[in-house]
T-cell receptor
Framework: KAGVTQTPRYLIKTRGQQVTLSCSPI?????VSWYQQTPGQGLQFLFE???????NKGNFPGRFSGRQFSNSRSEMNVSTLELGDSALYLC?????????????FGEGSRLTVL | DQQVKQNSPSLSVQEGRISILNCDYT??????FLWYKKYPAEGPTFLIS?????DKNEDGRFTVFLNKSAKHLSLHIVPSQPGDSAVYFC????????????FGTGTRLKVLA
């Protein structure tokens, strides 16, 4: 089974631009979560989608948004980029049939804002 | 408000010895806890989990202990190996069908050969 795939792996943007990141979950997984990782802050929860609906949202400004498609693929968008948005953005998928509640992470998309 | 805290940003241990990584939480509603390991340029990978109905869970060299009254959990790695050198994150959740995990800031473990 293929793992969680995130694209692009690396990207550089300038302040004020917007960016869209993509995540393809493990086949059969319907829950997709997004996290932001920055040095010293750990993994900060952005949002979680299940069957095209946002079920949970973290404490990020409205510039951060996401969506999920009918095939469970997900995208997140950050508008009006700021320097502080430079981070590793991680996507994780889950199989709600499992008892462990394990999250399966992709390798991340590293965003640099100049 | 950091609901899950890993107060040691780094830890160095000799190969073959025990590594103990600690995690504290503040929300008494958390009832499911996981540990993840992360190597550079890779996504975190699941290590071990524990639910609040248990106080210990083992998987090979990895054991997680949960002290609910102290709101504290720890991960023990015995014996430690150089390949265990990575950043370890603990995460907590209120189970209920939704996957909103609160992660700690991570502890960088270095196992010295």
């Amino acid at each position: 089974k293929a793992g969680v795939t995130q694209t692009p792996r690396y990207l550089i943007k300038t302040r004020g631009q917007q960016v869209t990141l993509s995540c393809s979950p493990i086949s059969g997984h319907r829950s997709v979560s997004w996290y932001q990782q920055t040095p010293g802050q750990g993994l900060q929860f952005l949002f979680e989608y299940f069957s095209e609906t946002q079920r949970n949202k973290g404490n990020f400004p409205g510039r951060f948004s996401g969506r999920q498609f009918s095939n469970s693929r997900s995208e997140m968008n950050v508008s009006t980029l700021e320097l502080g948005d430079s981070a590793l953005y991680l996507c994780a998928s889950s199989d709600e049939g499992m008892n462990t509640g394990e999250l399966f992470f992709g390798e991340g998309s590293r965003l640099t804002v100049l | 408000d950091q609901q899950v805290k890993q107060n040691s940003p780094s830890l160095s241990v000799q190969e073959g010895r025990i590594s103990i990584l600690n995690c504290d939480y503040t929300n008494s509603m958390f009832d499911y806890f996981l540990w993840y390991k992360k190597y550079p340029a890779e996504g975190p990978t699941f290590l071990i989990s524990i639910s609040s109905i248990k106080d210990k869970n083992e998987d090979g060299r990895f054991t997680v202990f949960l002290n609910k009254s102290a709101k504290h959990l720890s991960l023990h790695i015995v014996p430690s190996q150089p390949g265990d050198s990575a950043v370890y994150f603990c995460a907590a959740s209120v189970m209920g069908g939704t996957y909103k995990y609160i992660f700690g800031t991570g502890t960088r473990l270095k196992v010295l050969a």
